[in-house]
């Protein structure tokens, strides 16, 4: 994998997100939402990706986590977390079809009455293994276009705002 599909996947395997950020702003206001997302990855982030550096760097093998957790406290506690992590990451998977589901709800309510959100959710289930099966080459291509898909309405809002901004100097310059 070449780097610009590294980081594309990279991207949406670490920055999705917990489920119901949406509702911070919301419910917390501006100014508590902003101080959240600032603290968070000092308190969380930071002391983690520090702890998985320096525990790679001093035990490369592969498996990360569980062999750590073996090599540090056995077999048995290794076996627990490997576990752990395999019913981690399913609940997690879980969600995003659920959570596709929810949104597309929310765009075409109709599209997702009765049975039909749920076809939508297995839809999104193998089109998800379909995309993995084809590769690591594939995915990070993929993310690497989804990636696009998803900062340009930022893109065209910036855009948007840069022109009014200049259109709105434009006139400024004119009238003075």
Not at 60 to 81: D, T
Not at 165 to 170: D, I, L, W
Request: glycine letters at 12%; a neutral charge; aromatic letters at 14%.
């Amino acid at each position: 994998m070449r780097l610009l599909p590294l980081i594309g996947a990279t991207y949406f395997m670490v920055s999705g997100g917990p489920y119901g950020i949406e509702d911070i702003i919301g419910k917390a206001g501006y100014g508590r939402a902003m101080l959240l997302f600032l603290l968070i990855p000092l308190v969380w982030s930071l002391p983690t990706s520090l702890m998985v550096g320096e525990l790679a760097a001093a035990i490369p093998e592969e498996g990360g986590y569980y062999q750590w957790v073996r090599r540090a406290l056995g077999p048995f506690w290794g076996f627990q977390e490997a576990w752990l992590s395999l019913a981690a990451s399913i609940f997690d998977m879980a969600i995003y079809p659920v959570t596709f589901v929810l949104y597309l709800s929310r765009i075409a309510p109709t599209w997702t009455e009765g049975y039909r959100g749920t076809l939508w959710a297995l839809a999104v289930v193998i089109a998800s293994a379909v995309w993995n099966l084809l590769g690591a080459k594939a995915v990070g291509e993929g993310s690497v276009g989804m990636f696009c898909i998803l900062l340009s309405p930022f893109a065209i809002l910036v855009a948007a705002a840069l022109g009014k901004a200049f259109a709105g100097h434009a006139i400024q310059s004119k009238v003075d």
